[in-house]
């Protein structure tokens, strides 16, 4: 008997009959043995694993990685609201590790429970098709197709191969569905089996012990809970049913603004959540006090509690004070706003972020669209656009997933309808939780992750029930071959998005941290800005990792004093004994958690930095704090003294100016610390986050770092129109440089000066000359005005030494390595040293050969971008103009290779290049090697062939084969090469050119006697 004649048979029955009668239409049931069941799921989980572990990153990955492995590594607390039992967990298998790095280690707890999670799909699909599937072997192909879809998705890979705690999440709601649908098919209809019921709150607050979010499906379980009880309801008196259901639906709601308002008002923000929460269980006490007992509230009580406990690890191991200690939530009250994440402020469901349409479209479907059957992949194996792979895929997952869902419906309303409560609150009910801003940092497409997997459920259930279908009309073939393309599906998935997910050779991230921290002088004190210009850093300095490599640039002009020593010695005795990596003696300035009184404390005590303000004046929130955020009402000039009186020097702040918690910070740890310690921003800090503070112009560049410095730093320019040297902003206000004295290649090399600041010396009639910015009077005097460039806003002798000799660019160009968005957004950070401060550098200074490889080398950085190929080109052009000029034929050919091969689409290289080579064989014709002066000639009627098919009808072009033509004397090649143009394109001018070579030619001839 089907569904729909049962339903219509229950509706002639009483009402406590329907509830009793349809146990095979309400509860999954054992039709695939339980031993099979067992054997499949394995075998689901150890084919996952061993993918995942070959994909597994060896390393740390951008984002939150670095931070987690780093934690788990030495019992650190990460950013709030924490995430306790999977640190611990990580700490754990990092100590039973078998002496693998803890990198491996931590990113292996993510394979694990990634691998779980997936044979739990298996397990959860197999409960829900066997309520209206009859054939166990289509149950568990059902099972599989949904496992597998599930395993090698877009963002669930991601999380599985990488240090996140995504995939822990992923394993919790899994178990969780699993464990709520075995309650289904274990109870009756009377909320007994109360032992699972219990075992699932637990496993809930121990998963949020993970991960927070993992309450997103608390409603859908608790909805399943109640089912029969709702579903009797409904059947008894409809009417009376939805109006109670809207009462308290109203009622939530004015729990919800009621509250919000009040806690507002008393500066208690989370007392919504608290007392929407105690509504709802006082409603589910009143409601449920004839069906659970004191005895099993109170259980389910102590198992919250019990789920709960790992937090305790928080409070006790934040009072140690490790090397990570986010919020400092070492007494109650910092505890309370760290669980309930009070530094990111507080939202409500009813006031959206960002217009519903945009949280739905961009941050839900756009991301869901990445999830299978990756188009770019695909592209490239078939050599076909990608938009056609993108529309197909969308397509397939559409068409799957909407049909799954339409044949669920049709098959078992009460499957489905378990089912799409745990979708729902995974997707939209997600959606409207989360509350996503239009100007996100990072893509959140995690937070629908389990939306995402679940999707795959209704996706198998369309294909495998399709061939279900075609079997029962005894449509063998055509369900084989169905069969067939339903299981090619998930393969070719895996295929398309294998390489995207191997991470097996990715060493972007901890290059990024490692050069970062190589490029510092001894202990350094850097500013970084976000997530992956600090982490990186966490982690190498916190974690041994086989594959870093350590630099330690000597300290030059600091002058510390002996409680500055004494505060860096304590420093490294703490950091010894906490951490395992790199470069402990820099000290590493988050702008983002300076905004906050405990990690400006963490730095004093235990970071060996300087903080003068007194102790109760370091709370950045109160009024009364020389932190707290203001407008200031006019310009200031602020003295940084520095260590001694040489290098004290005063910056100013603009009136207007909008000044953080975090730009006062910065500005009291460099007047506290600069001249003791050298101090740095990371290049990766915006321009108008540093001149805010004042020190724009106080910058001077070594590659992926700038340093503070005394003396306001500026750009130069040699201005070869005007002749002259031009000074753009120097401090000293001299007079230009004749410009002969540059392109005569007397300036010889950089000298080092005062703190700060690079000079130039230069040789005349055996006289060095240098440049004392320290003395403008003694400088003025020695040299007179006009003898002096002053390059201070980079050094080049160290940013070059970096850059080149110094950092490591693994993976970067390795073409089996994938890199994402940021990656490549990331690494430009490395052509922009080579390209806007190296090669800028040396084609300002005359040196073109230098200019071009610096180019060169910062362009294959960002290969793809028309504005930098279009600079290079601009590069290649001057070189080579610059070498001609020069009579330096031999270099000037090169380059005009180079810029054919960065544009083949402008004629005037060809030419110059052919020029050249005209040039060469005239000079191998006079020394009697005629056969090069032939191979030359042929090599110049080439590129002026090719000049030809790009503007045919130029004169320029004619005329330069005429040259050719003339030279070499070759007039018959001339000849077909422009009647090849003037078939093409007929042209009058072309035929003219083609008369005057014939003319050439018979003139040669009758000289020749011929």
């Excluded at 070719?492 to 998005?497: C, F, H, K, P, T």
């Excluded at 983002?592 to 970071?607: A, F, M, P, V």
């Excluded at 090697?929 to 045919?952: C, G, P, W």
Aim: some cysteine; proline content about 4%.
């Amino acid at each position: 008997m089907t569904t729909r004649q049962q339903r219509r048979k229950m509706k002639d029955l009483p009402v406590e009959q329907v509830i009793s009668l349809d146990d095979e239409i309400t509860k999954p049931r054992a039709l695939v043995a339980k031993k099979t069941n067992t054997i499949v799921g394995l075998l689901v989980f150890l084919a996952t694993i061993f993918v995942y572990i070959r994909t597994q990153a060896l390393t740390l990955s951008f984002w939150d990685c670095g931070e987690y492995i780093t934690c788990g590594s030495i019992l650190g607390i990460p950013h709030a609201p924490g995430n306790p039992f999977y640190i611990i967990l990580g700490r754990f298998f990092s100590i039973i590790g078998l002496g693998l790095p803890h990198a491996i280690i931590v990113s292996w707890t993510s394979v694990l429970f990634s691998a779980l999670a997936v044979m739990f799909i298996y397990l959860i699909t197999v409960k829900l098709v066997s309520m209206f599937m009859e054939k166990a072997w289509l149950i568990i192909v059902t099972g599989l197709v949904a496992a597998c879809y599930t395993a090698f998705s877009y963002t669930f890979w991601n999380n599985a191969v990488e240090a996140e705690v995504y995939a822990g999440l992923s394993l919790i709601l899994n178990l969780i569905i699993w464990l709520t649908l075995v309650w289904v098919e274990k109870s009756s209809h009377d909320l007994n089996k109360q032992n699972y019921l219990l075992l699932i709150i637990y496993v809930f607050f121990l998963g949020f012990a993970v991960h927070q979010t993992v309450l997103q499906i608390a409603p859908a379980v608790l909805f399943i809970a109640l089912y029969p009880t709702l579903y009797m309801a409904v059947r008894k008196d409809k009417t009376s049913f939805w109006a109670r259901a809207g009462a308290y639906f109203v009622g939530l709601i004015l729990v919800y603004v009621i509250f919000n308002a009040i806690g507002k008002s008393v500066q208690f923000p989370s007392l919504t959540k608290w007392m929407f929460a105690i509504t709802i269980m006082l409603l589910l006490i009143y409601h449920l006090r004839g069906k659970v007992s004191l005895k099993t509230w109170l259980l389910a009580g102590a198992f919250v509690l019990i789920g709960f406990s790992p937090h305790i690890f928080i409070l006790i191991r934040s009072s140690l004070r490790p090397f990570i200690n986010e919020g400092y939530p070492h007494n109650m009250g910092l505890f309370t706003d760290y669980i309930l994440r009070k530094q990111y402020g507080t939202t409500s469901f009813l006031v959206r972020r960002a217009s519903w349409f945009y949280q739905f479209k961009v941050h839900f479907l756009d991301y869901f669209a990445q999830q299978f059957f990756h188009a770019e992949t695909l592209s490239g194996w078939l050599n076909a656009p990608k938009a056609i792979f993108q529309t197909l895929g969308n397509f397939i997952v559409a068409l799957l997933g909407f049909s799954g869902i339409y044949y669920h419906w049709k098959k078992n309303r009460h499957s489905f309808i378990y089912f799409f409560s745990f979708y729902f609150m995974s997707s939209i009910a997600m959606i409207v939780v989360s509350n996503l801003s239009d100007s996100e940092v990072r893509p959140r497409e995690y937070f629908f992750t389990n939306a995402y997997y679940l999707w795959t459920i209704w996706m198998a259930i369309a294909s495998i029930g399709l061939v279900g279908e075609l079997l029962k009309k005894n449509q063998k073939t055509v369900a084989y071959i169905v069969l067939a393309i339903a299981l090619l599906l998930p393969g070719i998935n895996l295929g398309s998005q294998y390489f995207i997910h191997d991470r097996t050779g990715e060493f972007i991230a901890l290059d990024y941290g490692l050069n970062f921290l190589n490029s510092l002088e001894e202990n350094a004190i850097i500013f970084t800005n976000g997530d992956n210009d600090t982490f990186p850093l966490w982690y190498a300095q916190a974690v041994y990792d086989p594959n870093s490599i350590e630099f330690v640039h000597p300290a030059r002009d600091v002058y510390p004093d002996d409680k500055t020593r004494e505060l860096i010695a304590k420093a490294m005795e703490y950091k010894n004994e906490q951490c395992r990596g790199i470069r402990k003696d820099v000290t590493i300035a988050n702008l983002s958690l300076l905004n906050t009184g405990w990690y400006i404390r963490q730095l004093r005590d235990k970071e060996g930095v300087h903080v003068s303000l007194a102790d109760n004046l370091i709370e950045p929130q109160k009024e009364t704090s020389p932190l707290y955020p203001s407008r200031l009402p006019q310009d200031y000039k602020v003295k940084i003294p520095g260590a001694t009186p040489e290098q004290s020097f005063a910056i100013t702040l603009k009136k207007d100016t909008v000044m953080y918690s975090k730009d006062w910070a910065v500005l009291y740890l460099i007047r506290d610390n600069f001249g003791k310690r050298p101090m740095y921003f990371a290049v990766t800090i915006p321009d108008e986050s540093i001149e805010t503070v004042g020190f724009g112009n106080h910058r001077r560049n070594e590659g992926m770092v700038d340093r503070i410095v005394k003396i306001e730093t500026y750009d130069f320019e040699l201005k070869s129109n005007a002749k002259t040297v031009s000074l753009m902003g120097d401090f000293t206000r001299w007079q230009p440089e004749p410009m002969e004295q540059i392109s005569q290649g007397h300036w010889k090399k950089s000298v080092r000066m005062m703190p700060g600041v690079y000079g130039y010396y230069f040789l005349e009639n055996g006289r060095k000359t240098v440049l004392d910015p320290a003395n403008e009077l003694t400088a003025m005097n020695e040299m007179g005005r006009e003898n002096s460039v002053i390059i201070a806003d980079f050094d080049i002798d160290r940013l070059i030494t970096n850059i080149d000799s110094l950092y490591q660019y693994r993976s970067i160009f390795d073409d089996s390595v994938y890199k994402d968005d940021n990656m490549t957004r990331l690494v430009n950070n490395y052509a922009a040293a080579y390209i806007s401060r190296a090669s800028h550098f040396y084609m300002k200074m005359g040196d073109m050969e230098k200019a071009v490889d610096f180019m060169e080398k910062g362009v294959a950085f960002i290969e793809g971008k028309p504005r930098v190929k279009k600079a290079l080109y601009q590069l290649y052009e001057m070189a080579a103009s610059r070498f001609m000029d020069e009579k330096n034929y031999s270099k000037a050919f090169k380059i005009l290779l180079r810029q054919i091969a960065a544009d083949p689409s402008k004629p005037e290289p060809y030419l110059q290049a052919a020029l050249i080579l005209l040039d060469r064989a005239r000079i191998a014709r006079e020394q009697g090697e005629e056969s090069q002066a032939q191979v030359n000639t042929e090599e110049a009627f080439k590129l002026v062939e090719n000049a030809l098919a790009i503007q045919s009808d130029d004169d320029y072009v004619l005329s330069i084969l005429m040259s050719i033509a003339e030279e070499s004397k070759e007039y018959d090649f001339a000849i077909q090469l422009m009647e090849k143009v003037k078939s093409n394109h007929p042209d009058e001018k072309i035929e003219a050119y083609i008369n005057r070579l014939k003319q050439s030619k018979v003139r040669r001839a009758k000289k020749n006697g011929e």
